[in-house]
């Protein structure tokens, strides 16, 4: 739980990020009262097809992002934020976000950033006002080499910045754990990663 611990932590300062002033044109914040918050679609917990989410496969999970993709290019929602990532992003809880904004979360639990880097055109037809990117914890529990976890987030900034040039790319850091008072089921692996290990990679 240490890792969606820091995440809610995470949440807080995006929350405080975004209701600082922005340039002339690209407030991010409505100057009027704020709308509750609204979901691009409110998937059902489970489908005939589908079955329960968290039970679904990789490629079912893609395949449902890439229908709220499509249904969120279609509508064109105002203030549009879209949410890439792996499970810290998947659960957050709709209530933790930023009000009076519309959000795509196109997250997957187990998700490393070589996976989301080849489903970034999921979400080509989109108009994110701002897309948040938080990634690489599972690369480490996986074994990738710190070279690749970098080299990957710049092939994700870099294809982001020319699909959506005016689009504001936000990079979160990868998140440090607790250590050995960690109670994720995968405890045992996270001891493996030095927190310094993870600073270092997010300097750079």
């Known amino acids: 739980m ?11 300062l995006v929350h405080i990020w975004l209701r600082e002033p922005t340039l002339p044109g690209q407030s991010l914040t409505k100057s009027s009262s704020i709308a509750p918050i609204q979901l691009i679609r409110q998937i059902p917990t489970s489908t005939p097809e589908l079955g329960e989410q968290h039970h679904l496969t990789y490629q079912e999970w893609v395949a449902l992002l890439r229908r709220e993709a ?14 890439l990532g792996d499970s810290i992003s998947l659960w957050f809880s709709p209530q933790l976000l930023p009000p009076g904004k519309n959000w795509l979360n196109q997250a997957i ?25 938080m990634i690489g914890i599972n690369d480490l529990l996986r074994g990738f080499k710190d070279d690749t976890i970098v080299v990957n987030h710049l092939l994700i900034i ?8 005016q689009t504001r790319i936000v990079i979160q850091s990868i998140l440090p754990h607790s250590g050995a008072k960690a109670t994720w089921e ?3 692996r996270l001891l493996k990663i030095p927190n310094q290990r993870i600073q270092k990679i997010n300097r750079r």
């Open 109 to 133: 639990s187990g998700e490393t950033s070589r996976g989301l880097l080849k489903r970034l055109e999921l979400f080509d037809e989109t108009q994110p006002k701002v897309i948040f990117v």
């Open 186 to 188: 995968g405890r045992d």
């Open 158 to 165: 870099r294809y982001l910045r020319r699909l959506h040039p």
């Open 2 to 12: 240490s890792l969606i611990t820091n995440g809610l932590l995470m949440l807080t």
């Open 70 to 83: 499509e249904v969120a290019a279609e509508n064109k929602p105002a203030n549009l934020n879209i949410l």
